[in-house]
Nanobody
């Protein structure tokens, strides 16, 4: 069992930056692929980014590529999402997920087994 707790969300002006954190409980964090997804009001949850177990491979949605950076610290059981050049369309609740996910499935939420409660990110224009 893994429990995930996101933090770092907030209100920021367009062009600004935020860093989200997702802290995991347990001693098996390094076994899991970690992903970030987001859901805006009235929209379906969408993939943002993912990172493999070692941190050596990262994946991004086209909409955030070049602006967001995912990283993980297995010693601290934490995954991060550095978000720069934020746009109003990045406004959403951001969720982190953990799972034993194959590389070709990282963009699909149904392959993740554990989810956090989410953190709100609001970008003003």
């Amino acid at each position: 069992q893994v429990q995930l707790v996101e933090s770092g969300g907030g209100l920021v002006q367009g062009g600004g930056s935020l860093r989200l954190s997702c802290a995991a409980s347990g001693r098996t964090f390094s076994l899991y692929v970690m992903g970030w997804f987001r859901q805006a009001p009235g929209k379906e949850r969408e993939f943002v980014s993912a990172i493999n177990r070692s941190g050596g491979s990262t994946y991004y949605a086209d909409s955030v590529k070049g602006r967001f950076t995912i990283s993980r610290d297995n010693a601290k059981n934490t995954v991060y999402l550095e978000m720069n050049s934020l746009k109003p369309e990045d406004t959403a609740v951001y969720y982190c997920g953990a799972g034993l996910v194959l590389a070709q499935h990282v963009a699909y939420g149904r392959y993740y087994d554990y989810w956090g409660q989410g953190t709100q990110v609001t970008v003003s224009s």
